[in-house]
């Protein structure tokens, strides 16, 4: 089978920049979200950052890059250069690890709807030591079906529109967060927690993709949620 994350081969040299404004308002969102509600990260142990790109365990945790492992599907995200240290890169597919379980004291991955599901959550319940901790944020449903609808695109993709004027799509899949809730629960999680978060006031460039969304809904683009940020325990 074809696997969508070459889309993110084509993506990789720009993904970053900030042409990519909807990517770029996803992490500033993040970040305030992140501040506002403090995550409380194992203090030892190895740390497997999915779907990792450029690597965002520094700069949105602070974590120590010796404890670090990224993975990632794209070889080539996992080859842009200006990215996060880290222990050890490994090219693999987040829903199935070659490696021996229970080994990462916390797995965390930022924006994973390329692959989110219960293949990952249970490979992520399965890397975990006993006690270990999972967190993880992820595109809101609520921002993003009405959007896929207006532009009639199918539910489960993303559309990039590239700096060179093209369009490419990448697998990406919306849940809500009771589905979350239930299929985290599902995979063995407990003390789940999850909670969305909205624009800052302070972004700018806002997407026209967040703001299309909004005018829609007759909202200010600040209260739209459009992050969730989801922690939860192996027990
Ligand atoms: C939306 S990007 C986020 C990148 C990075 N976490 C960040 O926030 O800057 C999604 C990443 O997931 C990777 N990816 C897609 N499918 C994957 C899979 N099945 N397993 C592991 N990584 C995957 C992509 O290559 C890409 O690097």
Known sequence: MEKYPLGYDVLAR??????HKTCRNFDLTTIKAIENNPVSIPDHGLVLEVGC???RCIEFLGIEPTRVVQLDYSTK???IEDREPSLLRMHADATSVPIFKEQFSTVIGFLVDPFIGLNFLSEAFRLLTPGGFLFFTTPTEEWGKPLRDTLEMEAS???FLTKDGDTVMVASTLISDDRLNGMLQHSGFRNIKITSHCLPEEADPVSPDIQRVADEKGI????LPIIH??????P
């Open 14 to 19: 720009e993904y970053y920049d900030p042409f």
């Open 53 to 55: 790109g450029r690597g």
């Open 77 to 79: 995200m996992l080859s």
């Open 157 to 159: 993709f993303s559309r």
């Open 220 to 223: 200010s683009v600040n209260d």
């Open 229 to 234: 940020l989801i922690a939860a325990e192996k």
